[in-house]
């Protein structure tokens, strides 16, 4: 993944069609036609009442339709005056009040109709889509533009305002964050709105080109108007003075004053944890919503979409952080990401959550320095465990009855604490030695299992290395790289001195080494030989390796018998399991598992025959893999060639034995030397967990129903996995058993079983809790945008396995769409936002992954942009990859550095990563050099009139020659110091993978396509959309039955 392929043809060479095309029903949309509203909103609502309730600031997306919505603000109401919600009606609009409960949406209301209280809910981001008039006519709001264009008016952010969606814990937050708010009477401040205001347009302007700007408020003056004050009340919360109102404009939207309400239905002093300190009063959530002041031209009738001011996660992955601050003894994010930390309190609520209801677990995430995972052992006490659920200690458990008893806080059965563990317990309930018990005060902890947590004796950890050794494996290099780097690591495989050690190479017939004798006697088929112990043998070893490239040299055979390879490495390693590392190089063609060239049938796809290609044609590698998991041998597959390998059948044994696809293809030592070099040591030297099982224990209620990632299941929720890592993840559907969850706080426990390296069988567990919610509001504003693109992209790219990848790709698509439909539902109404996208602020950045996703290499296009091993080997990495390594590949981070490198003033350190750009050409500039990485490459690009100092400063006399033969290494100038110091922190930010690095030139095709063009998932390319017409089809598909 992420290597050149110069054999492959250009990317644009072949047609395409649109993936993201709308269905027949939807009105095609062209991003260079003119399209027009062929009806304007008239509605005029009377001046509501004084008494009646305020509507609520929301945060404002890029405002570029052309019609006016219809309404007009609500004047100021006295300062004498409370503001008070009306009673509940069945009359009321807005979401429903409770979780099993669903109106249809009515039509816009008039001034007489009440609103409903849950309309007080936090507004959200919204969106005009794009409209232009055509050429030569008038639409029907030509008349609000012959007036004369004040100047541009900033919409900056509103007040911060209390989220009313209810969350119920019985678990308080931390002391600096608490939530238990007191209600305020909050008077409004709007001023009325004149002719001239009516006609105002706000103009877009970014703090500097290219970027959507940061900051709440642009230059534009505002009129000031002062704003009424907070009764600030003790135990409450007083928010910051307001800023300054914006004026009304035709598109546009007047909040009223913000209104403060309580986000959980019980005060903190109810709410006590057991251990915790007492509750103190505090103040409440408060949720702050971004806005951008919007626009066109004064005096000009486009109103088009202004694609800079759309969201970007620029800053890389945004962690949601709500639910840590509620329950701080969480485990990390690192470990568990809910894809919302609201649970939904009944089945209906739930299946109004189109997203998906998951988790993603790494369990053997690293830790940052200082943060380690506690080791705990029991000793003779044993691990104490509840004897129902089997959930292990945490510190969610109450201490009840002076200390001699426990609650289980995942089945709530009442256990005996034996008499070694006994303590005393104060006034609260909290343990005397909770300082010295950190299975009760962290969410991440690691017990050392007794005997009776193991079925035979910890096995040693074991390599078992299957190489290919044909002709091509010889001439590409890869023979000799691969034994250099296995030689290397040998002072540091994880075990020593347990490790265990062996070869076997095959060609058209096996060759098997004794590594107890000397090499003259090199055919010695006994299982006791094949396996040693690599401090004992490590001079056998060493030679072994040394000789390995020159014994082959002269080999001409182009056969490979793989899969009586894989049937004797399967007889060496079943007597104690471990890792088999296979390196292979050309298609199997001899023996059992021989595989045909399918080839990529371009006449096969889009037809329902398409998905075959991506699927094990023959059921041997599935059955071996079977086999391999039952004696916990994992397999890690590592392929090289530039022809077809069927690494759909060959990645089957990474996917089912919790493994690992690595892909080179075309393979040279000279060019891929390094990143293969790199990643099998890092295979061979991070720490590993061996011969495991995992299963997620969660509340009464709900439970985990599918699983998705590289393993084997055992049994309904066990997964079996031979080994494990830090760079792998995995992903679980969640399901409510019980039609209306009657607890308040739900808790989940991930268990790792294993054998460390070191011989212990050991239990690393991970506790969390969420709150259980009954609004579908709370639940989008808890929403964890990693985690759900996390988990749409494993079921995406499962789909892709018995269906078309147009069909895979429009599952993205419509859940998007069916989830902003159902946020549209709750606000559209009372907000009256005719015409305008809106969004939850915590998934703002989704339609561009959802966009990212759809281009990525297993799901875009079809026949002509990409390779079938390539696309399945993306396949299986991205099943296995963390949320931050997968939202990086999705959308990867472009720089530019030729300011930076002509500095002479700069240090070679000072150069700042995060600075990204977005991935559009219109960020690329033709005097620029650029660096792109998505994790897996780096590609330095060259602007055409890009100053040739700085090719010669980095390439030296190589600068002018074709950039597919040059290969960038470090030169005696300061230039090129500084460029390598960026590679250096690129690559230490995620040492998983190593990013080759790839030289382009501007205007060099296929190469420039292929490496960067293809990749700026915001443009336009090979039949895809881009970033503007992909949000205009949203919003048209949200709109429809809204």
């Known amino acids: 993944m992420g290597t050149e392929n110069p054999s492959r043809p250009n990317y644009a060479l072949r047609p395409a069609t649109n993936p993201l095309s709308a269905p027949p029903s939807t009105t095609p949309f062209l991003s260079s036609g003119p399209v027009i509203r062929s009806e304007a909103s008239a509605f005029r609502p009377a001046p509501p009442t004084p008494s009646q309730f305020p509507t609520p600031p929301f945060s404002s997306g890029p405002l570029v339709g052309s019609e006016a919505p219809g309404f007009r603000p609500q004047p100021s109401v006295r300062p004498s005056e409370l503001v008070r919600p009306p009673p509940l009606t069945q009359s009321s609009y807005g979401p429903p009040t409770t979780g099993f409960q669903r109106f249809p949406t009515p039509p816009l209301p008039s001034a007489d109709h009440m609103q409903h209280p849950r309309s007080l809910l936090s507004g959200p981001p919204v969106v005009t889509p794009p409209t232009r008039p055509q050429g030569g006519s008038v639409s029907s709001q030509a008349s609000s533009y012959s007036q004369p264009q004040p100047p541009s008016i900033s919409m900056g952010s509103p007040p911060q305002n209390i989220k009313t969606g209810q969350i119920i814990s019985n678990v308080p937050p931390s002391i600096d964050r608490p939530f238990s708010p007191s209600r305020q009477n909050i008077q409004p401040i709007s001023p009325p709105m004149g002719p001239s205001q009516a006609t105002a347009r706000g103009t877009f302007q970014p703090a500097f080109p290219g970027y959507v700007s940061s900051q709440p408020y642009s230059s534009a003056q505002v009129p000031s108007v002062r704003p009424a004050p907070f009764q600030s009340q003790p135990g409450g919360y007083t928010p910051p003075a307001p800023p300054a109102t914006f004026l009304a404009q035709p598109r546009g939207y007047m909040p009223g004053p913000p209104v403060t309400t309580s986000s959980v239905p019980y005060s903190r002093d109810q709410m006590q944890l057991p251990g915790m300190a007492p509750p103190i009063p505090s103040q409440g959530l408060v949720e702050d919503f971004s806005s951008l002041s919007l626009g066109s031209v004064p005096g000009s009738f486009d109103s088009g979409l202004d694609v800079k001011a759309l969201p970007r996660p620029l800053d890389g992955d945004v962690e949601q952080k709500s639910v840590a601050e509620m329950y701080p003894m969480n485990c990390g994010p690192r470990v568990l990401r809910l894809t919302t930390g609201g649970i939904p309190n009944s089945q209906s609520l739930a299946s109004r959550w189109h997203l998906g209801l998951g988790a993603i677990v790494c369990p053997l995430a690293e830790s940052p320095l200082g943060d380690e995972v506690p080791i705990v052992n029991f000793g003779t006490t044993g691990i104490i465990r509840c004897r129902r659920c089997r959930t292990y200690v945490n510190p969610y458990v109450a201490f009840t009855d002076h200390g001699r008893k426990w609650r289980c806080n995942i089945c709530s059965l009442l256990n005996d604490v034996p008499g070694e563990y006994f303590a005393h317990v104060d006034a609260n309930g909290r343990r005397v030695d909770l300082d010295q018990r950190p299975e009760l005060t962290k969410g991440s902890v690691e017990f050392i299992a007794p005997a009776e947590y193991m079925v035979r004796p910890p096995m040693p950890p074991l390599y078992f290395f299957l190489i290919d050794v044909s002709i091509s494996a010889v001439q590409s290099g890869m023979l000799e790289v691969v034994a250099q780097t ?527 063009l293809s990749n700026l998932v915001e443009d336009q390319a090979g039949g895809a959309s881009g970033y503007a017409d992909w949000f205009m089809q949203l919003h048209r598909q949200v709109q429809q039955n809204a």
């Open 486 to 1012: 296995i030689k290397s690591c040998l002072d540091n495989l994880p075990g020593s001195p347990r490790t265990q050690i062996g070869f076997l190479t095959y060609d058209s017939t096996l060759h098997f080494y004794n590594m107890k004798a000397n090499l003259d006697d090199i055919f010695v088929p006994l299982p006791d030989d094949l396996l040693v112990n690599l401090s004992e043998s490590r001079t056998v070893v060493e030679a072994f390796l040394d000789s390995l490239p020159s014994m082959f040299q002269e080999n001409m055979n182009v056969e490979s018998a793989f899969g009586p390879a894989l049937k004797a490495a399967f007889m060496v390693m079943s007597q104690l399991g471990g890792k088999l590392i296979i390196f292979q190089n050309t298609l199997p063609s001899l023996g059992v598992g021989r595989l045909r060239l399918r080839g990529d049938d371009i006449r096969v796809y889009g037809t329902d025959k398409e998905h075959s290609l991506r699927v094990p044609e023959d059921p041997f590698y599935k059955q071996m893999a079977a086999e391999f998991t039952k004696y916990q041998v994992a397999v890690n597959v590592y392929a090289f060639s530039g022809k077809y390998t069927d690494i759909a059948s060959l990645g089957t044994l990474a996917k089912y034995t919790g493994g690992q696809v690595y892909y080179y293809p075309c393979f040279l030592s000279a060019i891929h030397k390094d990143k293969l070099r790199h990643e099998l040591t890092r295979d061979l030297t991070r720490e590993t967990a061996w011969e495991s099982v995992m299963r997620i224990r969660c509340g009464k209620g709900v439970r985990f129903t599918s699983f998705h990632g590289n393993f084997m299941l055992r049994s309904t929720d066990l997964l079996a996995l031979p080994a494990v890592d830090c760079d792998k993840a995995y992903a679980a559907q969640l399901s409510l058993e019980e039609t209306l969850l009657t607890t308040q706080t739900v808790y989940f426990q991930v268990a790792l079983l294993y054998t460390s390296s070191s011989g212990e069988r050991r239990i690393r567990v991970h506790t969390a809790a969420a709150p259980v919610v009954a609004d579908l509001g709370e639940m989008y504003r808890l929403a964890d945008t990693g985690a759900i693109v996390s988990l749409l992209s494993r079921l995406a790219i499962e789909k892709t396995l018995s269906n078309k990848l147009e069909d895979a790709r429009n599952s993205v698509r419509l859940r998007i769409v069916k989830a902003f439909r159902e946020y549209r539902n709750l606000y559209a109404v009372q907000h009256r936002l005719v015409g305008r996208m809106i969004y939850p602020e915590s998934l703002k950045f989704l339609p561009l992954y959802g966009l990212a996703l759809s281009k990525s290499t297993p799901l875009r296009g079809g026949y002509a942009d990409a390779q079938l091993d390539e696309r399945c080997e993306a396949g299986y990495t991205i099943m296995a990859l963390p949320v931050k390594k997968l939202l990086k590949l999705l959308y990867p981070t472009l720089l530019r550095i030729d300011d930076f490198l002509v500095n002479s003033s700069a240090p070679a350190d000072d150069f700042d990563i995060s600075k990204r750009l977005p991935l559009t050409s219109e960020s690329l500039d033709t005097r620029g050099v650029y660096i792109f990485d998505d994790g897996f490459r780096l590609v330095i690009w060259f602007g055409r009139s890009a100053s040739p100092e700085i090719a010669r400063g980095l390439l030296g006399e190589d600068f002018g020659a074709d950039f597919s033969k040059v290969s960038l290494s470090q030169r005696d100038n300061e230039m090129s110091r500084k460029l390598m110091k960026i590679f250096q922190k690129c690559r230490e930010s995620d040492p998983s993978y190593y990013q080759l690095c790839h030289l382009v030139r501007q205007g060099e095709q296929p190469r420039e396509g292929y490496f960067l």
